[in-house]
């Protein structure tokens, strides 16, 4: 690849600088909200999007992709589908019939929950890369860790869109590799 040719990441940077809508005061006061909605809907920043996210999540091998609920569900079913691979969905508290696991963690502006079926599921021993579309303070990806591992799975890393300025959430997040499309750097 020569000095003008531009990564997939790169590419999949630039389009999340130019396409993500930013709501201010949103869902609370003083929260940033990042809306990636204008960029999921455009058909060539999606791909590019899925594409960073998929060679991003091959590195760091998957039995099975964590999408978290509700735009990693989006993000994550679309890498898993690229990488031939399965998709579980971590839900918010309340969306499954019981029973259930659950895990509750903090929010920068509250508190939540996630959930996984309790029956019928089987993630021992597999290999789940957590795929979202923000990190912020870390609360959602560090409690779906706690939520997988209950289960018997082995998380082996998260892969996200973009990364919040100054929430210190990859601090949060142990000893697993983080990586991310459009980070603090």
Do not use: H, W
């Amino acid at each position: 690849m020569t000095t003008t040719e531009r990564t997939t990441r790169e590419k999949a940077r630039e389009a999340l600088e130019s396409r993500t809508r930013y709501v201010e005061n949103f869902p609370v006061d003083g929260v940033l909200f990042e809306d990636l909605t204008p960029v999921l809907a455009d058909p060539e920043s999606f791909r590019l999007i899925v594409d960073a996210l998929a060679e991003a999540t091959q590195k760091l091998g998957a039995d099975v992709i964590g999408g978290l609920d509700a735009r990693g569900f989006l993000l994550g079913s679309a890498v898993a589908y690229k990488l031939g691979v399965g998709i579980l969905a971590i839900r918010k508290k309340g969306k499954l019939p019981p029973p259930v696991v659950t895990q509750e963690y903090d929010l920068e502006y509250g508190t939540a929950a996630l959930e996984l079926p309790a029956e019928g599921l089987d993630i021992g021993g597999r290999r789940v890369v957590l795929v979202d579309d923000v990190l912020a303070t870390g609360g959602t990806l560090g409690a779906a860790r706690k939520l997988v591992e209950s289960c018997g799975g082995r998380v082996t890393g998260y892969v996200l869109a973009i990364e919040v300025d100054g929430l210190k959430g990859r601090e949060k997040l142990g000893d697993l590799p983080v990586e991310v499309i459009r980070d603090q750097s």
